[in-house]
């Protein structure tokens, strides 16, 4: 099965290396934001479906 792959990728390169260099460019465009994103808004949002309406949750959300 791999054979029969292999033959058919001739003369396709473009897309293959296409989409790696789409999946790298995300990869490390969501690890860029990861780093510099606050501390604060990880913690609201992660809090976010434990919250239960109380008037001590924040009534925006801090960026």
Sequence with gaps: ???QFVKDVSGKEMYLIFSLW???VFFVVV???LFITKKQYIDYMSD???EDGTPDAPQS???
């Design 1 to 3: 099965m791999f054979d």
């Design 22 to 24: 789409i999946f790298l």
């Design 31 to 33: 690890s860029i934001l």
């Design 48 to 50: 976010l479906p434990l």
């Design 61 to 63: 959300l801090p960026l």
